[in-house]
């Protein structure tokens, strides 16, 4: 037997052995952790010397942990005239979680961009993969800004009434009449004259204010709180429904609240009865809102709620006891020490074989 041909084919038998290396290399090389930038703003529509809350959220798209420290970029724009009008930079929390608030000095719709940068080899867990950029999501968030009506205040003042006061006059007129014994008499005749009308101002009374329709006076739109009842998950969200009540008040001395309303796209609108309950999993908006009797309408508030999957923990926390230092599945790194075993058994195997040829 070639003993040429016979060590060229155990090569051939050590090939699993290559490729259970390349494997390796190749997994360790292709596990990349990944983040993501979600960014909102509340309320989307204010008015002028109001100010809004942007919030933002820096996690780990893997295994859903917040990056804390991770440094989030904010741009502004206004987009009639179009412009930047700020540029600032926040920090996230240890839950990954940033805020920031903006209050616009003109009436005009806004736009706002969000970045950020991570480096994963500064967390404790995470293997050394370098810096990673992502853009906030969803992108193009705005929101409007409204000029503060400027709403007149009148005074009414009464007329001081005119009352027409009537006096009469009567004047006497002397008559003489002759008597027998030539005595003369006088006798007062009365004799009535032509009345004369005279106008005499009356005295001012106490000034009161008069009564004005409550639709006329009223426009103050109502105030709607809204009040959440869930189980938080320490992130923002929460890992149970959510029990939605609104509460509307009016302004004092308003004309009272007429409807209160929900809707979840800010279009199609529901009226408001009784607390009602959210149980969708994944992010979404609430919008609510109420009128008074006038005809005053509140602008819409926007409250974001994000519900886990049921049973979902609390999110862990970035350290090295939560994360594994190893970050290969259990049965890729099974099947690659399989490979390799089976693959150094056949080469033994392959080896005594060749030692009893030779001996023959």
């Known amino acids: 037997m070639d003993y040429n041909a016979t060590k060229t084919q155990s090569w051939y038998r050590l090939l699993p052995v290559f490729l259970g290396i390349i494997l390796l290399v190749q997994a360790g090389s292709a596990y990349v952790y990944h983040f993501q930038l979600d960014q909102s703003v509340s309320p989307q529509e204010i008015q002028l010397g109001d100010s809004v809350t942007m919030k933002f959220h820096v996690y ?25 009008v700020r540029i600032d930079l926040v920090t996230a929390n240890a839950s990954g979680w940033a805020t920031y608030s903006y209050t616009p000095q003109e009436a005009a719709r806004f736009a706002f961009n969000s970045y950020s940068s991570v480096n994963y080899s500064t967390y404790p867990g ?6 990673q950029s992502s853009v906030g999501d969803p992108p193009g968030s705005y929101f409007n800004v409204t000029a503060k009506p400027l709403i007149p205040v009148f005074t009414l003042k009464p007329v001081d009434p005119i009352v027409f006061v009537t006096t009469t006059t009567t004047t006497a007129q002397l008559v003489t009449t002759t008597q027998t014994a030539q005595q003369t008499t006088p006798v007062t005749q009365a004799t009535p004259v ?14 009161s204010t008069s009564a004005v329709p409550a639709s006329q006076s009223d426009t103050t739109p109502p105030i709607t709180i809204l009040t959440l009842n869930a189980t938080e998950d320490g992130n923002g969200g929460y890992i149970s429904s959510v ?8 302004n004092p001395g308003g004309s009272g609240v007429s409807v209160t309303q929900y809707s979840y796209d800010g279009t199609s609108w529901n009226t408001y009865r ?21 005809g005053n309408t509140e602008v819409a508030n926007v409250k974001a709620i994000a519900i886990s999957s049921p049973g979902s923990a609390p999110a862990a926390t970035t350290s090295a006891d939560a994360i594994p230092f190893f970050p290969l599945p259990l049965w890729l790194v ?27």
Do not use: H, W
Request: glycine share 8%; hydrophobic share 40%; aromatic share 6%.
């Open 60 to 84: 780990d798209t893997e295994n859903g942990v917040g990056l804390a420290g991770a440094p989030v970029t904010i741009s502004i724009y206004r987009t009639i005239p179009a412009g930047q």
């Open 126 to 131: 995470f293997p050394p993969v370098g810096m």
């Open 194 to 207: 032509t009345q004369v009308t005279q106008i005499i101002p009356a005295t001012p009374a106490t000034q």
């Open 243 to 250: 029990i939605c009540t609104l509460t509307a008040t009016d």
């Open 274 to 294: 009784q607390p009602f309950t959210i149980d969708k999993s994944g992010p979404m908006v609430l919008y609510y809102r109420s009128s008074d009797n006038a």
């Open 334 to 360: 099974a099947l690659i020490l399989f490979v390799i075993v089976a693959a150094i058994g056949g080469a033994l195997y392959l080896e005594s074989q060749q030692k009893k040829e030779e001996k023959k």
